[in-house]
């Protein structure tokens, strides 16, 4: 009773931003994460008309022709907002299975311009496949998206279980066994997008698009997993990446 609160929490604010929202808001989530741990994940980086994988001074050479570009929509289903979160994740698919992180458009977006921003997003990066929940947004959208230059046929997925962290478990499989990657340099969205994966629990999350379009992508990825021939019979999770070879980086 004789605690100044006041003087007590200016104290606290001395502390490091995960002890400060313990004490003060009683948030005890990991701060590595939950369910997705994307600072461990390994990295890549663009060289011109190839991505570079793993650690100096060897590293594996991929060349931009051999990666499928694959993007998931999230458009963010919402009755009480016409401007809400949308987001848009392009994967990038290697030949083995692995997954890069390429891109992600997280904006307030409202309904008429989603088609819009997606034609440029899909004119930038080229996807061989677009995919989004099969929810009556996403149904809606359809013949508005078949209108546009760049956007190719919309797939409408089926909802992958009722709850977030279902749809979010095809993602959380492949991060979990290390074979997605995220860029080196420091993207725009990169912040942002880690922070998300980082705080998502899957149980009454603020915010979750971004998670959502990238569980669609690795539902996408999973689809394709019967073409990937040899490496079609690894299993989704527990399994160490096996190497294509590497070359010295120049």
Known sequence: ???????????????DAVTLAQLMRGDWTDPTGNHFYPALWPRFAFMSDAYSLGHRPYREIIIANEVTI???????????????YRSFVAGGLLPDGRVLILDVVNERIRLEEIADRLDEFCAKWRPLAVAADDDSIATAMTLEFRRKAHIPEVQLLPIAGRSKLARATP???????????????????LDDYCYQLTTFTGVK????????????????????????????DLPDVLTAPRSTGYLPAY
């Open 1 to 15: 009773p004789s605690l100044d609160e006041a003087e007590y929490v200016q104290s606290l604010k001395e502390l």
């Open 70 to 84: 694959l993007v998931g929509i999230d458009l963010a289903l919402s009755e009480e907002k016409t401007a809400d």
């Open 171 to 189: 993602a959380i499989a492949i991060a979990g066994n290390k074979r997605m990657y995220l860029p080196e340099s420091k993207e725009v969205w």
């Open 205 to 232: 999350d603020q915010y979750d698009d971004m998670v959502d379009a990238t569980g669609i992508v690795a539902r996408l990825v999973n689809q394709l997993k019967p073409a990937l021939s040899p490496w079609d």
